[in-house]
């Protein structure tokens, strides 16, 4: 075990958990994240109980600004993840408390020009600021795997669901998991969800 990471100290990232990944038949679905959703909002409901803030992530596609993206993904050029479409919008299983904050994003990960280091440095004041972050969501390999590596470069720890995020196939999902030995930890739900409850992990 490299480091041990504390309950008051901890954030929740709940990754593009929306309509166009997740809905079956969606544009972009990610079939396995429909399956994690039980777990995710048993962890969520933990966080809530704990008073872990859940940050949860919107991915918003621009054929304009995310050429790159788009260019990867051809099907998004005509349509999906646009601002204003219910494909956007978060899956009704896992709909935000209004305590919850909504990050929106244009990139892969999380933390490429938004505000998520800045709100992770001041949510629970300034004298305890978090510097963990739990990784749930879709894709495993692309947006999960993107600001796992975006957190460890700032120095945040890096906890990351192996139960709780999805991708298309399993062994992109697998190479993600084996990534994780040099930017995070990897634990299953349950193991995630006991070390809150302890307080540490």
Excluded at 57 to 67: M, R, S
Excluded at 82 to 110: H, M, N, Q, V, Y
Aim: hydrophobic letters at 40%; aromatic letters at 6%.
């Amino acid at each position: 075990m490299k480091w041990k990471f504390q309950r008051d100290r901890s954030a929740l990232l709940v990754i593009d958990m929306q309509n166009d990944f997740v809905l079956e038949g969606a544009l972009m679905q990610v079939k396995e994240a429909r399956n994690q959703v039980p777990r995710i909002k048993r962890l969520i409901d933990k966080c809530h109980e704990l008073s872990v803030p859940v940050i949860y992530t919107i991915q918003e596609v621009d054929p304009v600004f995310c050429a790159l993206e788009v260019a990867s993904f051809p099907p998004l050029m005509e349509s999906g993840m646009r601002k204003g479409s219910k494909g956007i919008e978060i899956i009704d299983e896992l709909t935000p408390e209004p305590t919850d904050i909504i990050l929106r994003k244009r990139r892969f990960s999380a933390f490429f020009q938004t505000d998520l280091e800045l709100i992770l440095r001041n949510i629970k004041g300034a004298a305890n600021p978090v510097d963990t972050v739990i990784i749930c969501g879709t894709v495993t390999n692309v947006c999960c795997e993107s600001t796992a590596r975006d957190a460890f470069f700032r120095d945040f720890k890096v906890v990351f669901g192996t139960d709780i995020c999805s991708a298309r196939t399993q062994e992109s999902h697998n190479a993600t998991i084996v990534n994780m030995e040099i930017f995070g930890r990897s634990m299953d739900c349950e193991s995630i969800i006991a070390a809150l409850e302890k307080g540490e992990g």
